[in-house]
């Protein structure tokens, strides 16, 4: 088995793989904690499918680099959404529901009318599932996931305190001069930036999974917002891990076998918490 | 010395006024108690003292060196709180962040402050403690603290027992006095008229009618008499301790 993988790991494309893959679910773990707090996981899931949306007018333009359109359209939408969510007009909830099955719906037909592509279906999957992109990033994707990745990972960092004290207490926070307003703002796009650099990973379906899982699964071990953050990271990071090499190995797709690595990390951490 | 000036003050939703014609001055080391029915406007007018929401018309005026951002708040308990999983430490030291401006981190005399106002509130031991395991007394102690950190001059307090117990109630109320004693000024929003009348040193009634005075004023106005027999007609407030807070106050010579 070691000898496979010493094989598989002469390939480039294996180690970027295994390189992005833990630098993505580092970033989309650390604001899983504030999401699920502040009641936003929902709108995860909506701007995956932007994203999705998004992407399909990136390949019916034919773009070499679809990042120029993904990336605004989906922090656009993330703005959007938390602005609307503030507003007691239009629910959150229901403002989430329609951009997302619209964004979806919208997506698949413009796919569907105008691609080039021979094997339709096959490109849908693999944008919805995240079937074998990730092991056919080119070495600037890899890059550009990279230095996204840092960039949010320093943010994170430097707000670390504010974004707490307004994921605990927006009014508290507001009152005592704290712009929480803009630091709202500021986790909207860098969701929405972690968002997008997942979909290379795991598909835009199976994106929530890897914002929520993690931090869910600290959450049922941690008492503190230090430690929940810290061991959901690294849970993210070692289900990633494990599940990139389980993909190899078994020749299963990568995104659904992270997802699954999430998913029983989550069942562990759960029954930890009831033996405790 | 006076903190808080209010002149002509209407708030309310969407230019909807809840409230109008408010008019009241806070000084330095007072207790004011804001009392009236529920749907009042109490938390409304609570929200546009804290710049939450924009005042309709009129004006509040800071003085007495009084910045904006120095009132500390003790809300209401939110839903997220409720299973947040943060430490005692963590919550009270985010008091000082409204301070920091774009600085990023705490210095070592935010978390001696927090450590000193977990100290006064009886919370030391408690200081790596997770706040969802705590009862609500001590989650409110732990929100008092975390209002000191914002604060050394005015507290805010949004019910501030609400869903306490009796003898806990009693010392979140003794905690307050104390507070107030030391001198920071507390504005208070209660539905318990007999606090209010037992701690404050003046009384902001709002409703039909609206009152602002003393407390001895506040008894023997319209507003007072006719809320007082509607809350508890039987069971008035005893003369003796009016007398006794009547010259209680003198004898601080409180102006009002």
Redesign the interface.
């Known amino acids: 088995m070691l000898s496979k993988l010493a094989m598989y790991f002469q390939y480039p494309f294996v180690r970027y793989a295994l390189i992005v893959g833990i630098l993505i679910a580092l970033c989309s773990s650390l604001l899983g904690v504030t999401l699920v707090l502040k009641r936003f996981s929902f709108i995860g899931d909506g701007l995956s499918h932007v994203a999705f949306g998004a992407m399909a007018i990136a390949s019916v333009l034919n773009l070499t680099n679809k990042m120029v359109i993904i990336l605004p359209v989906t922090i656009l939408c993330a703005v959007l959404l938390l602005k609307t969510g503030q507003n007691a007009k239009i629910h959150g909830d229901a403002a989430v529901a329609m951009i997302s099955v619209g964004a979806l719906a919208f997506g698949y037909l413009l796919m569907n009318l105008f691609s080039t592509s021979s094997n339709l279906s096959g490109d849908v999957c693999s944008t919805l599932f995240g079937a074998t992109s990730i092991l056919t990033l080119t070495a600037r994707e890899v890059w550009i996931c990279a230095v996204l990745s840092v960039v949010v990972l320093v943010i994170f960092i430097l707000f670390y305190n504010k974004i707490f004290a307004v994921t605990f207490d927006e009014d508290f926070a507001r009152a005592t001069g704290t712009d929480a307003d803009r630091y709202n703002l500021m986790i909207a796009v860098v969701i929405a930036v972690i968002i997008v650099l997942a979909m290379n990973l795991v598909g835009s379906l199976l994106i929530s999974a890897l914002v929520i899982f993690p931090a869910l699964s600290a959450m049922r071990l941690f008492r503190s917002f230090k430690k929940v953050t810290i061991s959901s990271a690294l849970i993210s990071v070692i289900c990633a891990a494990a599940g990139i090499l389980i993909a190899i190995l078994a020749g299963t797709p990568v995104g659904s076998t992270i997802v699954a690595a999430d998913a029983a990390a989550f069942g562990i951490c759960w029954l930890i918490s009831i033996v405790k | 010395m006076s903190l808080l000036t209010i002149k002509d003050l209407a708030v309310g939703y969407d230019a909807r006024p809840v409230l109008t014609n408010l008019n009241f001055t806070v000084n330095e080391g007072d207790y004011l108690c804001i009392v009236g029915e529920n749907g009042s406007g109490k938390s409304t007018l609570m929200?546009t003292l804290?710049?939450?929401q924009p005042p309709i018309s009129g004006q509040i005026l800071y003085g007495g060196g009084l910045k904006?951002?120095e009132?500390?708040?003790l809300?209401q308990q939110?839903l997220?709180?409720r299973d947040?999983?943060?430490?005692v430490a963590?919550?009270v030291l985010?008091?000082c962040?409204?301070?920091?401006g774009m600085y990023?981190?705490?210095t070592r005399e935010d978390k001696l402050l927090a450590k000193q106002n977990m100290e006064k509130m009886g919370i030391g031991s408690f200081a790596?403690?997770?706040y969802?395991?705590l009862s609500g007394g001590q989650q409110q102690r732990v929100l008092l603290a975390?209002?000191l950190c914002?604060?050394s001059k005015l507290l805010?307090l949004d019910e501030p027992v609400a869903g306490l117990d009796p003898k806990v109630t009693a010392e979140m109320y003794q905690q307050i006095r104390e507070l107030n004693e030391s001198g920071i000024t507390v504005i208070m929003i209660s539905h318990d008229i007999a606090a209010a009348l037992s701690y404050a040193t003046h009384i902001l009634h709002i409703g039909d009618e609206v009152f602002f005075g003393t407390k001895a004023e506040y008894l023997h106005s319209r507003a007072g008499k006719i809320f007082l027999e509607s809350i508890a007609p039987e069971d008035a407030v005893p003369e003796k301790n009016q007398t006794e807070a009547d010259s209680k106050m003198s004898a601080e010579g409180r102006k009002e």
């Not at chain 2, 962040?97 to 920091?100: A, D, I, L, S």
């Open positions: 929200k804290l710049h939450l904006a951002n009132i500390g708040y809300p939110t997220v709180q947040f999983p943060a430490s963590e919550i985010s008091g962040q409204g301070r920091k990023p981190f705490y790596d403690r997770c969802r395991e975390r209002a914002a604060t805010l």
